[in-house]
């Protein structure tokens, strides 16, 4: 099975706007002609009008960091799904280990992002990954699974064309240390595993799967090679484009 690898830039609470449409403007110059990979950036809510903008005629794809379940109302501060789509965005981050960790996001919460997402057209990439204690405890597999068990509750295998997985080790994000290649395709094999139980194994074989947690242009082709790792989810390198395009050369097919 053949899967076309994907690279995100979560670009987090970084940017200007005009620094942000700078940085769009750099990824689609440098990335315009890629056909073998696609490429998604996550800017900041309040510049996805101007990134939009900046990408038009590209083929780099626009996502958001986050959204909120419910379809409007009463809900200061969240964004909802057709807000997303109203600005040009067709991807959506859902579960990113900060939002999990930092602003204390349950399983629960997770799942009725996906669902919402997903029901409203929008493709989402949701990030599942275990702490630095969970692994030390041996419990890393059994903390993926958990998360995409809940995560992706009620979703059918028809909808699973519309979200890519990205594993996620929290003791990498932003910390500059890096699963080891080996280490990421064991984890990379045994979600897909999961995938094929919670759905079947033709679902499991077309769902992508990103490694994300400090991918830097050293490190991106070693991990790109693995089988089960289908492109990555870049947050720190994502801000030099770069450093981001080298990311998106290396998940190209050589
Ligand atoms: C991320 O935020 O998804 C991420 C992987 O960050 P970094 O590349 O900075 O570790």
């Given at each position: 099975?053949?899967?076309?690898?994907?690279?995100?830039?979560?670009?987090?609470?970084?940017?200007?706007?005009?620094?942000?449409?700078?940085?769009?403007?750099?990824?689609?110059?440098a990335n315009g002609t890629q056909d073998a990979v696609q490429v998604a950036v996550f800017p900041p809510f309040p510049y996805l009008i101007e990134v939009a903008s900046a990408l038009r005629g590209?083929?780099?794809?626009?996502?958001?960091?986050?959204?909120?379940?419910?379809?409007?109302?009463?809900?200061?501060?969240?964004?909802?799904?057709?807000?997303?789509?109203?600005?040009g965005c067709n991807w959506v981050l859902v579960g990113h280990s900060e939002r999990r960790h930092v602003i204390g996001e349950c399983d629960d919460l997770v799942n009725r992002k996906v669902l919402a997402a997903v029901g409203a057209g929008l493709n989402v990439i949701l990030c599942i990954g275990e702490t630095k204690g969970q692994r030390e405890a041996g419990e890393a597999d059994a903390v993926n699974e958990r998360q995409l068990r809940a995560g992706l509750r009620g979703v059918s295998a028809a909808q699973m064309k519309s979200i890519v997985i990205a594993y996620e080790p929290v003791w990498a994000i932003g910390t500059g240390l890096t699963a080891t290649p080996e280490d990421a395709q064991a984890a990379h094999k045994a979600a897909r595993a999961v995938l094929a139980g919670l759905f079947d194994p033709s679902t499991a074989q077309a769902t992508r799967i990103q490694y994300g947690g400090s991918m830097k242009p050293g490190n991106a082709a070693n991990l790109m090679t693995m089988p089960d790792i289908d492109g990555g989810l870049i947050g720190g390198a994502s801000l030099n484009a770069a450093d981001f395009s080298a990311i998106v050369q290396a998940a190209a097919p050589h």
């Open positions: 099975m053949q899967r076309i690898p994907i690279v995100g830039g979560n670009w987090k609470m970084n940017t200007t706007r005009a620094t942000a449409a700078a940085l769009a403007r750099a990824v689609a110059a590209s083929p780099i794809m626009l996502g958001a960091q986050d959204v909120y379940f419910e379809p409007d109302g009463a809900f200061t501060g969240e964004i909802s799904t057709s807000m997303l789509r109203d600005c």
